[in-house]
């Protein structure tokens, strides 16, 4: 459902579209891309809304036009030949691009983006991470700037940094040292000016998993 008066009253959605899956459902909206098909003539909203869930082969991510009353068709944004299952939450760039993380793709985990409005998408992998039981997490600047928050198989969080949607990455660094964390999960990351972010999890210096 979808509210434009901060919740006093709820509108029916559709959901997403079809085909979707049957877990680690997220949403997400921001700006059209200028790069794809962007609000339609007869779009009444003017920004893009996401519909992103998991099925067991492949998770798919589904584009509304009408502010989330009705979504376009589902559309794979990444198989089991790329990345395992389960992702975490969308967000979208001030530039249009939607970046969805995985915690498995491969040996490492990815960023999985969209710049032409959910018409494609393509895996990016992040150099220096390790698949883990926690879903990464991501935040965009105001100027583009991506931040990547994960825990890796060792335990220990850790952030990345790409200025170019995820292409390449720089900073790859553990977080968290100067309390000596070992184990972290539900890693959050967000961001507002282009060269600040904040970086939450839960952590503990206790060994063990």
């Known amino acids: 459902c979808y509210t434009d008066d901060d919740g006093k009253t709820w509108q029916p959605s559709q959901g997403g579209g079809i085909p979707s899956g049957v877990d680690h459902q997220t949403i997400g909206g921001g700006t059209f891309s200028a790069n794809g098909v962007g609000a339609l003539p007869t779009s009444t909203y003017k920004n893009a809304v996401y519909y992103c869930s998991q099925d067991i082969a492949t998770a798919f991510c589904a584009t509304s036009r009408d502010g ?33 993380p995985n915690k498995s793709c491969g040996s490492n985990a990815a960023l999985v983006t969209s710049t032409d409005n959910g018409t ?30 994960s825990v890796g198989s060792d335990g220990w969080p850790a952030v990345a940094v790409s200025h170019d949607r995820g292409t390449t990455w720089s900073n790859q660094q553990p977080v968290g040292t100067e309390y000596k964390i070992n184990n972290a999960v539900f890693p959050t990351m967000v961001s507002g000016d282009d060269n600040r972010a904040a970086f939450a999890f839960i952590g503990t210096p206790t060994d063990g998993d």
Request: charged share 10%.
């Open 68 to 100: 989330g009353t009705t979504f376009g068709p589902g559309v794979p944004t990444y198989s089991l030949l790329d990345c395992g299952g389960l992702h975490g939450h969308l967000k979208v760039a001030p530039d249009g691009t939607a970046y969805l």
């Open 120 to 149: 494609s998408w393509a895996v990016h992998k992040v150099p220096m991470t390790s698949p883990s039981d926690a879903d990464p997490s991501v935040g965009v600047g105001k100027n583009g700037t991506v931040y990547f928050g």
